[in-house]
């Protein structure tokens, strides 16, 4: 009979994220040798990898880093929190990141292809999947090059990692503005810097719907193009960044903030775990 305890089975269920009896089954069979029992885990989780391929990840996480002018942000997803929350999908997420970055891949597709050490992404998620009998992917890479960044990472329950992960790239001095521009991003969703990227089509189809409805109203025909523009103005704040309220201070515009703090943002990314 094979020699280990109960503290043995609860090291490698922390060393793999197995489940307790996965774990138990393995260091039967590896004779107590939780080394082995990793080995044995992974071999047979391999087995499953092609079984879960169909399955929906709707959890995981997102992390980014920036270094020597670009900044890099990955979302990481698994099948459950469960495993969002393991110590050994973190720790994936750190690697994954590390190779993407220096890789300098901008889709998910080179992510996967980017080199770990002697092994791919791929290979890598591939390996903790196994392990973690589930099935976890790379499914977004963002990549921006500017001055400087601000980076923010958004918990949405203390128990998880951060579910949402903005990248602001700037050029300017305040750091804590950018930051706090970052922060905004989270919490307001905003599709496109200023009101100038929103394609033409987006707006015209917004003024042919405001205008519908003004008419609808009843408004007078000499008061519909101001009542327009102010309703277009509306669909700005909503859609545009720097047109947006300021979610510390609705009373200022996000462009304002940005022009008093002597900061220009060049661009910016948004990820939120399964959106």
């Avoid at 885990?41 to 709707?58: A, D, F, P």
């Avoid at 590390?98 to 770990?116: C, K, L």
């Avoid at 890479?141 to 980076?151: D, K, P, Q, R, Y």
């Amino acid at each position: 009979m094979a020699n280990f305890t109960a503290a043995d089975v609860k090291a490698l269920r922390d060393k793999t994220g197995a489940g307790m009896l996965d774990c138990k089954n393995a260091l039967v069979e590896a004779d107590g040798d939780v080394e082995k029992a990793v080995e044995v885990i992974r071999l047979k989780g391999l087995k499953g990898v092609e079984k879960r391929g169909g399955r929906t990840t709707s959890d995981g996480l997102v992390t980014a880093k920036a270094e020597q002018g670009r900044a890099t942000m990955i979302e990481l997803a698994s099948e459950t929190d469960f495993v969002a929350k393991n110590e050994r999908f973190i720790a994936l997420a750190d690697k994954v990141l590390d190779a993407v970055s220096a890789a300098g891949a901008t889709t998910a597709e080179e992510g996967v292809a980017a080199q770990a050490g002697d092994r791919t992404v791929a290979e890598l998620i591939t390996d903790d999947s196994a392990v973690l009998a589930e099935k976890i992917e790379l499914r977004r890479v963002a990549s921006l090059t500017g001055e400087e960044f601000a980076i923010y990472l958004h918990k949405t329950s203390k128990d998880l990692p951060p579910q949402i992960g903005v990248i602001v790239a700037y050029s300017g001095d305040d750091a804590e503005t950018a930051r706090s521009i970052a922060q905004h991003i989270a919490f307001a969703d905003p599709a496109y810097l200023s009101r100038d990227d929103v394609p033409a089509d987006d707006v015209e189809k917004e003024r042919g719907i405001v205008t519908e409805i003004a008419k609808n109203e009843g408004k007078p025909e000499a008061a519909l193009p101001k009542i327009i523009e102010g309703r277009l103005n509306g669909f700005f704040k909503q859609v545009a960044l720097l047109d947006q309220d300021y979610a510390k201070d609705n009373k200022l515009s996000v462009g304002k903030v940005l022009a008093d703090a002597g900061i220009a943002v060049t661009g910016f990314v948004r990820f939120k775990v399964g959106a």
